[in-house]
């Protein structure tokens, strides 16, 4: 199973967010679309960093009323870590695992075609064990087709 199969399923939307809004903004964002992360755009929409909902928790904590000023450029992630469609998901798991992310921006040619949460990939993983152990017992009490 790669990223293309959970895409397909999903869609490709992404919800972005200027980086010059401020983070309470950002906020009207996240609650709008209920999403976990925002690409960040600079001015000739270009992807530039990431932000995600514990991004803007952190900062709320450091500076509750400076939250309304606050650009998102401040807080954002500068290196994103991206993804292909043909990723298999086993691989994509690990790079999310390892770099404590749980949004991946999926690009093909260049520009951004989707983003998938961990969510993402353990309800792809579910329904990929689902099939298995169906065939597999289809298998074991003889309805198997072959």
Not at 21 to 44: C, I, Q, R, Y
Not at 115 to 122: K, N, T
């Amino acid at each position: 199973m790669t990223v293309k199969d959970i895409l397909a399923d999903k869609g490709t939307t992404v919800i972005t967010v200027h980086e010059e809004k401020t983070v309470f903004e950002a906020m009207h964002v996240f609650a709008k679309n209920k999403v976990g992360s925002l690409l960040v755009l600079n001015d000739k929409n270009d992807p530039v960093g990431i932000i995600g909902a514990r991004d803007v928790l952190m900062e709320t904590l450091r500076v509750c009323e400076g939250i309304k000023k606050t650009k998102v450029k401040e807080i954002m992630t500068r290196d994103i870590i991206v993804g292909s469609r043909e990723d298999d998901i086993d691989a994509v798991e690990i790079v999310m695992t390892n770099n404590r992310i749980r949004h991946l921006p999926i690009v093909e040619q260049g520009k951004i075609c989707g983003i998938i949460s961990i969510g993402d990939l353990v309800k792809a993983q579910l329904k990929d064990m689902n099939v298995q152990n169906k065939y597999l017992n289809d298998y074991m009490v003889g309805r198997y087709p072959g």
